[in-house]
């Protein structure tokens, strides 16, 4: 069990549609990140939340937003949907520098 | 920009031999992380490296690395079925996260 829950497990979406994606982290954990994978690759860091402020970013157009709130959730919010945000989209939380990252069971998204 | 390359990329290995999967990557850092995912599921963490010529051992797998070099090792000793997955790893630039291209590893009986 990771204590990193996300929901929902399967989404579909058409282009141009807004999706948000919530993520549970483990309690005492307040650094959060979200990752896409898209099939057959390497996670994609999209950026990271360290209590409840954007504490890095990787390169992802704006329309990829975040939340980070004080009970350990966070959310990934993405506008304007694209046929290329078909993904898995992964949330990982950590207690710290030089911790691993655990790892949630993804949101599986599809754009029709 | 940051680039984390692995080889081979894909791997297909009998059981009872050793090889070694390569992790390089192109910039500072001494904190390297290997992790394991199965198809359809989540990453799970093998190992953590936190400095130059950390070695960490866990049953058949085996990692390390050199910060000097830039490289990280995961070598497997004897493999068997059940280390069937696809191995990434993580570099570790100031708590985000940057992935390898991933290792898809399949143990032949």
């Known amino acids: 069990e990771t204590g990193v829950t996300q929901s929902p497990t399967h989404l579909i979406k058409t282009r141009g549609q807004q999706v948000t994606l919530r993520c549970s982290s483990q309690?005492?954990?307040?650094?959060v990140s979200w990752y896409q994978q898209a099939l057959g690759q390497g996670p994609q860091f999209i950026f990271q939340?360290?209590?409840?402020?954007?504490?890095g970013r990787g390169n992802f157009p704006p329309r990829f937003s975040g939340l980070q709130f004080p009970n350990y959730s966070s959310e990934l919010n993405v506008n304007a949907l694209e046929l290329d945000d078909s993904a898995l989209y992964l949330c990982?939380?950590?207690?710290?520098?030089?911790?691993?990252?655990?790892f949630g069971d993804g949101t599986r998204l599809s754009i029709l | 920009e940051l680039k984390v390359e692995q080889n081979p990329l894909f791997l297909s290995m009998q059981e009872g031999k050793n090889y070694t999967i390569y992790c390089n990557y192109s910039?500072?850092?001494?904190?390297l992380y290997w992790y394991r995912q199965d198809p359809g599921k989540s990453l799970e963490s093998l190992f953590v490296?936190?400095?130059?010529?950390a070695v960490k051992q866990e049953g058949r797998l085996m990692a390390s690395l050199d910060t000097k070099a830039r490289l990280s090792t995961l070598h497997i000793t004897a493999a068997v079925h059940d280390l069937s997955a696809t191995y990434f790893c993580?570099?570790?630039?100031?708590?985000?996260?940057?992935f390898g291209t991933g290792t898809s590893l399949t143990v032949i009986p």
């Open positions: 990982a939380s950590s207690p710290g520098s030089g911790q691993p990252q655990h």
């Open positions: 309690s005492g954990h307040n650094t």
């Open positions: 939340y360290y209590r409840e402020e954007e504490n």
């Open positions: 910039t500072t850092s001494d904190r």
């Open positions: 490296l936190l400095s130059n010529g």
């Open positions: 993580a570099v570790d630039i100031r708590n985000q996260f940057y």
